[in-house]
Nanobody, 128 residues
Framework: QVQVVQSGGGSVQAGDSLRLSCTTA????????MAWFRQAPEKEREFVAG????????HYVDSVKGRFTVSRDNAKNTMFLQMDSLKAEDTAVYYC?????????????????????WGKGTQVTVSS
């Protein structure tokens, strides 16, 4: 079992920023994806953003483009999600996910079934 450890999150006002971190003990390779998903109350889990460890590919859901930035520190096996200009509709539990097969397209990144390991989730609450 590969550990995926999340940190960050919290409660902020609309317009504020937060940064989420996700660290895995296992080195990932090349086009293996890591991604952020989120799930709001009574809604399905949705893809937010992801990238592969070569940084050749990164994808975002339309609703966060221009506000969220996904990045990684390969030396620390850590992925980050910088969330700026937060909105009330960003309120959700955010999950980090680690895939074990190559991914390049948005469709592949966005499919939850393509991820083998998941973090426990962290709450992000944005008050308007």
């Amino acid at each position: 079992q590969v550990q995926v450890v999340q940190s960050g999150g919290g409660s902020v006002q609309a317009g504020d920023s937060l940064r989420l971190s996700c660290t895995t003990a296992r080195r990932t390779y090349s086009h293996y994806p890591m991604a952020w998903f989120r799930q709001a109350p009574e809604k399905e889990r949705e893809f937010v953003a992801g990238l592969d460890w070569s940084a050749a590919y990164s994808h975002y859901v339309d609703s966060v483009k221009g506000r969220f930035t996904v990045s990684r520190d390969n030396a620390k096996n850590t992925m980050f999600l910088q969330m700026d200009s937060l909105k009330a509709e960003d309120t959700a539990v955010y999950y980090c996910a680690l895939g074990s097969t190559s991914a390049t397209s948005y469709q592949t990144f966005a499919r939850a079934e393509n991820y083998e390991y998941w973090g426990k989730g962290t709450q992000v609450t944005v008050s308007s």
